[in-house]
């Protein structure tokens, strides 16, 4: 039997080695928490995303997350319906550099032109412009649906701050509307159908509703265009929203098609590290409009603009020599107050 004699002397921690340790771990953590909170794979993936919310107080601490929006000097045109015979309404917005609305027109300011798909435009003859809240022909001449994200990555005071200030649009309408409020999150829910009476479009935004695991945006902006989209007049959706889309059935270029199709903007309020770039296709590609904030806190002041800007769409009357098929193609020119913008659809 050999006998081995124990060890003496003072244990040696290799401090540089811990040290290169500790940091390659830092590293590693680091990477985690930005693969969760800035890239469209952390929004992507639904495991993930229902961890984010715990993780709120990184929240607060994302310097390249910066707010945006494209309400600035903008120009958008919105839908098209027939009101007689040979008598169309063309509903556009316009902004000016400080992105407030441009709030009256005159005829002469506006040229415009319209064909059917697949044909050359022809000039129209412009009889009025009217602020769509000036415009007594209809009483109820706006219909939108409001579409709530439920899913995992949403944190608390993102609802909290939609619940809040909501009324800073339903109450900033000046005339009167329907709405339908839909919640998502893996699955759609339709929370109220149409319906004009304010307190439970209200009421239906503010109920207490479960976190979902998953982001079904797109069902949840299919739903809701399904909804309004046999209506008359102005039609807008309204979407809140913190992440990308991981589990839809339906594809973002459907549902920019579908949207088109059915002349219906999407006007989208986007929160925390998702992919700004697809808030901007949804709402440019459909003449909407996107708001991007890291600080859900500034809807106290973004839906009463919102509402200002829905209250000052115009109601553009035009005349035509010949009917024109309806979705058909449109070319609209403004000069005003020494600037001009074109849009063409």
């Known amino acids: 039997m050999v006998e081995v004699a ?49 993780l709120s107080i990184i ?3 994302r310097p390249s997350a910066k707010p945006q929006n494209d309400l600035k000097s903008a120009l958008r045109v919105h839908c098209v319906e027939s009101i007689g015979v040979k008598r169309y309404a063309l509903y556009f917005s316009m902004t000016d550099s400080n992105s407030e609305p441009v709030l009256a027109f005159s005829p002469s300011e506006i040229s415009l032109s319209v064909g059917d798909l697949g044909a050359s435009r022809k000039p129209v003859i412009v009889d009025k412009v009217t602020p769509l809240h000036m415009f007594n022909q209809w009483n109820e001449r706006l219909f939108f649906s409001a579409i709530m994200d439920y899913s995992g990555s949403m944190f608390a005071e993102d609802i909290e701050n939609i619940k809040k200030n909501c009324s800073g649009l339903t109450n900033g309408i000046l005339f009167p509307f329907q709405a339908n409020v839909i919640k998502f999150s893996g699955s759609v829910d339709e929370r109220i159908p149409l319906t004009a009476d304010k307190t439970k479009i209200e009421s239906a935004i503010c109920d207490g509703y479960p976190i979902g695991d998953s982001t079904s945006l797109y069902n949840a902006i299919d739903q809701g265009l399904t909804a309004i989209q046999s209506q008359p007049h102005m039609r807008f959706l309204l979407a809140t929203t913190d992440g990308n889309d991981n589990s839809s059935s339906i594809s973002l270029d459907e549902t920019v098609r579908r949207l088109k199709l059915h002349g219906v903007s999407a006007f989208i309020f986007g929160f925390g590290w998702l992919k700004v770039e697809v808030l901007k296709k949804i709402a440019e590609d459909t003449d909407g409009f996107y708001i ?27 005349s035509t020599q010949n009917d024109v098929s309806i979705p058909c193609t449109i070319d609209l020119t403004i000069k005003h107050a020494g600037t001009e913008m074109r849009r063409t659809k």
């Open 6 to 54: 124990p060890r003496s002397g003072p244990l040696r921690i290799h401090i540089k080695s811990c040290l290169v340790f500790l940091f390659l771990l830092l590293l590693l953590l680091l990477g985690i928490l930005y693969s969760m909170f800035g890239t469209s794979w952390g929004a992507s993936n639904s495991i993930i995303e229902s961890a984010r919310r715990y």
């Open 59 to 61: 929240n607060k601490f």
């Open 292 to 318: 991007y904030t890291p600080d859900s806190s500034e809807l106290s002041s973004w839906f009463p603009k919102l509402a200002k800007i829905i209250n000052n769409i115009q109601v553009l009357e035009f």
